[in-house]
């Protein structure tokens, strides 16, 4: 009788098939589609981000249900693959994933569909692949870690100034010791130091972009090391909902989490997908080429701000004075004035940095080869849109490494 | 007394071993029905969408185009391998459920080849070697829980699962050995692809598990080990009577078990050539449920992994749909597999609900009768 089974569950197979057969031949629409690939869900505050910006250039373009497909929960192996390869299939122009390790295997896709264009977050390779419709994309959100650090550090100068026992020591968790995190952290600490110039950090990794206890316990660690402020890279609300449950002020990322936080959020930095989003569209709907490594500033509404939360400062005085401060060191970095590496602003080893190679040009041995100071500054962002700040800076205690 | 009747059960339940096949058919084929109109009410709730285009998705979304289904094939195929890796153990009653970390092993068997002699020597000569590390590190995985039970009598349940753990943080651990700074999780290679046969990917990989399906139904049904395995799991004491050693039955199957998975763990590796902690996919586990459906038999198993792999991948599709994500994926199947695995009661056995009130004639009633005579 299994052998029926099986025989039934056989031919239901070929019907299926047969139907497919006739089914398919419907798709040869020329309507503009596009498609994404999500390491995780919207449970994931990382994945979120991208969500969220979707939902906004549809409703600005006004783009349908059709025309988006959202492929969530996509590892970083073959599936990657498969899954860019599938939305091809459907008709796809663009197809856009969000996950550094995706990389490869859209890479792959690419190569095998010449007339979709493969556009890819966070990635290095696009510029040296020569695929031509492959492309990286990132944002300056270094700028926006600096912005959210001097709302932390207005609000450490307000605690020091109401007791002055506290030590201005603040903490970050990290998820991997690299570049893109090291970029990160180091800008919030240089955006908290450009209000309180005696300030230290220090900083946890978890290994994980997305471990909620581990994060939570690196933030209680943090805390209970000290540290009077916390800020986080990593993907849950471990850190946030630690900080609110010890009452110690949290920075985040990603979006607000203010939400279950609504007495310790300050603020929050985020990259806007948005408008690269809007950007790739448009192009491709006028037929003009896409830029290979693309890197979304503040003026091109990527790195953006949430509200400050002034609930999280003792008096709406300093909530004011931390708005002003955000909005003069915004305009300075919008004119050019503020660089935030700026080498005069930071020590390594007890030296001003001249001169740093970075590895810019991705291999596999991470060899030094771009020479990244100019003009004073470390030019992050500009020789590949994905971060190549590595740099361990005075002031900066790691407490341990995850790589 | 006044009441005369007895209460009988409401529902009463007795074993039976004599159903016909058209009528477990039919019980299969109602609780899937059930199970597919669960599934449109629970997905009108939490995705809200449109259940024609839902169910429409669910079953032809898997043949719309031919990636998709070769890759449905493919997925098939994997899946029977796992399956058939872990039947030989279950028909003699060894609970494998190692079979995940088994594949992770075979996977990371590969990779270490490919790190450390990639590009070095000729790929036909890398890809062997893959395929013999492969094989070796999956049957290290396996005979371990095996020698424990045979010689320690070790609850070979807990061990094999344990043993995923291990191969999870052993392959992260290889991982970031090999990142060094670069560590997101994953570690791509650039050799120790997989041959393309005539320019598809998916067709070699297929072809390895038909091959295997056929050598392992006939070790089962017509080799002496297949007897011997059986008689082992029907009971070990009649087994040891007859003269088979039992250690090395369990020994040799469950090697048999690990190079069936480390095969798997090879073709998955050859795929892409890239090593991360959940490259089995959690094969190994659904296999359990494929093999159990099958009863055990290979041919059965082509069935239960067709339909199995069917469902997954549908409703992965049919929630790209609504943008449900895996949840949506999982909440499907699980109907699935409960609906399916609730039918199989009713076939193993038989319900009778209570008829309406019975009267039976109780010790009262006899004597009032007997009285009635005497008068």
């Not at chain 1, 903490?171 to 970029?183: K, L, P, W």
């Not at chain 1, 849109?385 to 740099?391: E, G, H, K, L």
């Not at chain 2, 997101?184 to 393309?196: A, Q, R, V």
């Not at chain 2, 080990?225 to 050693?245: C, D, K, P």
């Amino acid at each position: 009788m299994k052998k029926v089974l099986a025989i039934v569950l056989c031919v239901a197979l070929l019907a299926g098939l047969c139907v497919s057969l006739i089914a398919c031949n419907g798709d040869g629409d020329d309507t503009f589609k596009i498609g994404f690939i999500c390491l995780h869900d919207e449970n994931s505050t990382y994945d979120k981000n991208f969500l969220d910006g979707v939902a906004e250039v549809k409703a600005k373009l006004g783009l349908t249900d059709d025309q988006i497909i959202i492929k969530k929960n996509i590892p970083e192996s073959n599936d990657c693959y498969v899954a860019a390869a599938e939305l091809a299939d459907a008709g796809c122009d663009i197809v856009f994933a969000n996950s550094f390790g995706h990389e490869k295997h859209i890479l792959k896709a690419a190569k095998e569909f010449p007339e979709v264009q493969f556009c890819h977050a966070t990635g290095t390779m696009a510029h040296t692949e020569n695929v031509a419709n492959f492309h990286n994309a990132f944002a300056s959100i270094y700028e926006g870690r600096y912005l959210a650090g001097v709302a932390a550090g207005v609000k450490l100068q307000e605690m020091m100034a109401a007791d002055n026992t506290v030590v201005p020591k603040i903490g970050y968790v990290g998820a991997y010791t690299y570049a893109e995190v090291v970029s990160g952290y180091t800008s919030f600490y240089l955006g908290v130091k450009s209000i309180v110039s005696n300030v230290t950090m220090e900083v946890q990794f978890t290994g994980s972009w997305y471990d909620e206890i581990e994060e939570k316990n690196a933030a209680n660690a943090l805390i209970n090391n000290g540290c009077v402020l916390i800020s986080q890279h990593a993907d849950s609300w471990g850190a946030p909902t630690a900080c609110e449950t010890a009452g110690v002020p949290n920075v985040s990322y990603n979006g607000s989490t203010k939400s279950a936080c609504p007495n310790t959020f300050i603020i929050s930095s985020r990259i806007n997908w948005a408008p690269y989003y809007e950007y790739i569209i448009n192009q491709v709907k006028n037929g003009e080429a896409i830029a290979t490594d693309w890197t979304g500033t503040i003026a091109t509404g990527s790195v953006v701000l949430t509200d400050l939360n002034e609930d999280a400062y003792a008096s709406a005085t300093t909530a004011a004075a931390a708005k002003t401060a955000i909005n003069t060191a915004k305009a300075n970095l919008q004119n050019g004035s503020l660089k935030v590496f700026a080498t005069d602003t930071f020590t390594v080893d007890g030296q001003a940095l001249t001169s740093y190679k970075a590895d810019v040009d991705t291999d596999d041995a991470f060899t030094p080869d771009t020479e990244v100071i100019v003009n004073g500054y470390f030019d992050e962002s500009a020789k590949r849109s994905a971060p190549y700040f590595d740099i361990n800076i005075d002031g900066i205690t790691l407490l341990n490494t995850k790589f | 007394m006044a009441d005369t009747t007895k209460k009988n059960p409401l529902v009463r339940i007795s074993k039976r071993s004599d159903i016909k096949g058209w009528k477990a058919m039919g019980i299969r084929a109602i609780a899937f029905v059930i199970a597919l109109l669960i599934v449109g009410v629970v997905s009108t709730a939490t995705v809200g969408g449109d259940i024609i285009k839902i169910y429409t998705t669910l079953f032809i979304g898997n043949l719309m185009t031919q990636r998709t289904v070769w890759a449905l094939l493919e997925s098939i195929a994997f899946l029977l391998l796992v399956s058939l890796a872990v039947t030989p153990a279950f028909k003699m009653r060894f609970w494998n459920i190692g079979a995940e970390g088994q594949t992770l092993m075979g996977v990371l068997g590969a990779a270490m080849i490919v790190n450390y002699l990639g590009g070095k020597i000729p790929e036909p000569a890398l890809l062997l070697l893959m395929f013999a590390t492969s094989i070796i590190f999956a049957a290290v995985w396996a005979v371990v829980p095996a020698l424990f039970k045979a010689y320690f009598n070790t609850n070979e349940t807990l061990f094999t699962l344990m043993m995923n753990y291990v191969a999870i943080q052993l392959v992260k651990f290889f991982i970031q050995a090999w990142s060094g700074k670069g560590n997101t999780g994953s570690k791509d290679f650039n050799y120790g692809y997989l041959p393309k046969i005539g320019g598809n990917e998916y067709l070699l990989g297929i072809l390895i598990v038909v091959v295997i399906t056929v050598l392992v139904t006939i070790y089962l049904k017509r080799s002496k080990h297949g007897y011997e395995l059986s008689v082992v799991g029907e009971s070990e004491n009649t087994a040891r009577y007859i003269g088979i050693n039992v250690k090395a039955v369990i020994i040799r199957t469950m090697i048999l078990s690990g190079v069936l998975c480390g095969v798997l763990g090879f073709i998955l590796f050859g795929k892409s050539a890239n090593l991360y902690e959940t490259a089995a996919g959690g094969r190994g586990f659904t296999a359990i449920l494929v093999s159990w459906l099958a009863k055990f038999n290979p041919i059965y198993m082509v069935g239960t992994s067709s339909l199995v792999a069917f469902l997954q991948s549908g409703a992965k599709r049919a929630g790209d749909l609504y943008s449900a994500g895996k949840f949506f994926t999982d909440l499907t199947v699980g109907i699935f597999f409960f609906c399916i695995i609730a039918s199989e009661f009713f076939i193993n056995y038989t319900v009778k609900f209570r008829k309406k009130t019975q009267k039976i004639i109780s010790e009262v009633a006899i004597e009032e009768k007997v009285e009635e005579v005497n008068e």
